[in-house]
């Protein structure tokens, strides 16, 4: 069965001068159809720019190298601006990690929700404004006549996310890109939109990457769950067997750090050193070699080849041939 989505050997680099250097260095991954797939990584570790590929917003410093992105096997690199256009809000959507940078700060919300139905042609034009409030509601929002005139600011960052959502949702797109949607909310809204989302993926048809630096808050809503390091994917498998059995080093430390009740009292755990700066990576090894506590000589000199066991792949040399032979 062809996979709702397929990225194969994705390369996408910042240029400083005439440098190129690798954000985003040669991933790999397929998302199926209604899968909610996590991408977890620290900041800066090529997630948010993975996410902007492909929805084809592209930094201004940002090229893609190479590599292919296809959607239900259509090509969606190097489309035109026109062409994006067609594609963004109906068959992909994006939530972003602060809505008030993605919403219009002159238009009401509910114009905004309806918007998309009307760019796309989704609905007569005399349905619009039913449809768009009864999406609200889906999004958990209240008193929705009165909040559909009102404006972004007038509004609480956890209302302006389930606008973004209703937003995001009201065309029925194929796939939903959310980037670190819970990050810039406090702890109770946090959870409360966590909640939309677990409710929400089982009304809606399409397929998620949900994407956080949080494995904890990935892996309570996803079925399977990428790690990236230093522009890598390191590991992919299930939420369920990579909270329950990590292979790598570094998802092994990002688990450690999370606080749980039985570390209660005891020093949270903090992978050592920090993730280098675009210009001092190891492009040739491993990327978490100098914060591994595991590393060995070959690390230093050879990116590790995937090892795949059963849904679980693993880029370390502690799982190479030479090690399992
Ligand atoms: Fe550590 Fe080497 Fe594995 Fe990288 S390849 S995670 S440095 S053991």
């Not at 939109?193 to 409710?199: A, D, G, K, M, P």
Request: with cysteine.
């Amino acid at each position: 069965m062809m996979e709702l989505l397929e990225v194969n050997h994705l390369r996408v680099a910042f240029s400083e001068g005439n440098k190129d250097y690798c954000a985003v260095n040669d991933i790999s991954f397929t998302l199926g159809e209604k899968e909610v797939l996590g991408i977890v990584g620290e900041s800066g570790c090529g997630k948010s720019i993975t996410a902007q590929t492909l929805v084809g917003i592209q930094h201004p410093k940002a090229k893609i190298l190479s590599g292919s992105v296809k959607l239900r096997g259509k090509e969606l690199l190097h489309q035109t601006e026109d062409e994006w256009s067609k594609i963004r809000g109906k068959e992909i959507s994006m939530i972003f990690q602060e809505p008030m940078t993605a919403l219009n700060p002159l238009m009401s919300v509910g114009r905004q929700i309806q918007e998309v139905l009307w760019v796309h042609g989704l609905a007569k034009e005399k349905n619009q404004k039913e449809i768009t409030l009864k999406m609200m509601e889906d999004v958990g929002l209240r008193d929705v006549e009165e909040l559909y005139n009102s404006y972004p600011h007038e509004l609480s960052g956890g209302m302006r996310q389930r606008i973004m959502i209703a937003m995001a949702l009201i065309a029925n797109p194929k796939m939903l890109i959310a980037d670190e949607p819970t990050t810039a909310l406090d702890a109770t809204i946090q959870a409360q939109i966590l909640r939309l989302f677990n409710r929400m993926k089982e009304a809606y048809e399409g397929s998620v990457i949900f994407i956080s630096h949080d494995l904890e808050v990935v892996a309570s809503i996803c079925h399977r769950v990428i790690v990236m390091y230093a522009g890598r994917i390191v590991e992919i498998g299930s939420a369920d067997e990579l909270l329950s059995h990590p292979c790598h080093p570094y998802t092994f430390g990002l688990l450690r750090a999370i606080p749980s009740y039985k570390m209660r009292g005891k020093r949270l755990y903090n992978i050592p050193g920090t993730l280098p700066p675009l210009a001092e990576r190891n492009f040739t090894g491993c990327p978490f070699c100098d914060r591994c506590e595991k590393k060995m000589k070959i690390c230093f000199e050879v990116f590790p080849k995937p090892f795949e066991r059963g849904n679980r792949t693993v880029y370390c040399h502690l799982f190479g041939e030479e090690n399992h032979g």
